[in-house]
């Protein structure tokens, strides 16, 4: 069994910076360096999106094009927790935020299978 446990959302103003988290507590803990990891965000009354990925080392990132430049994703393997940064928010990202891993980054950008966690809450206010 995998456990993915995000945290870090709340309520901010428009302009404002969140700092998402995403631990690891169990499965894939000892493994969590050849899991690519990502991002992905689910609007009220619209699909699960795309935001963040990152590879298994860190040495490659990618980003969905509504937020590169403002939002950061990295990780780090000791605490088996990948973070996402959220500089300059709009009322547009307000959505849950689930962190995923898969051990294929192609299927993890296509948000197939894999390993989820329950979400966090971002809103953001005008």
């Known amino acids: 069994q995998v456990e993915l446990v995000e945290s870090g959302g709340g309520l901010v103003q428009a302009g404002g910076s969140l700092k998402l988290s995403c631990v690891c507590t169990?499965?894939?803990?000892?493994?969590?360096?050849?899991?690519?990891m990502g991002w992905f965000r689910q609007a009220p009354g619209k699909e699960r999106e795309f935001v963040a990925a990152?590879?298994?080392?860190?040495?490659?990132?990618t980003y969905a094009d509504s937020v590169k430049g403002r939002f950061t994703i990295s990780r780090d393997h000791a605490k088996a927790t990948v973070y996402l940064q959220l500089n300059s928010l709009q009322p547009d990202a307000t959505a849950v935020y689930y962190c995923a891993a898969h051990s294929s980054f192609s299927s993890l950008m296509h948000g197939l299978s894999g390993y989820w966690g329950q979400g966090t809450q971002v809103t953001v206010s005008s």
């Open positions: 990152i590879t298994y080392n860190g040495g490659d990132t």
């Open positions: 169990k499965g894939i803990v000892r493994a969590f360096s050849v899991y690519n």
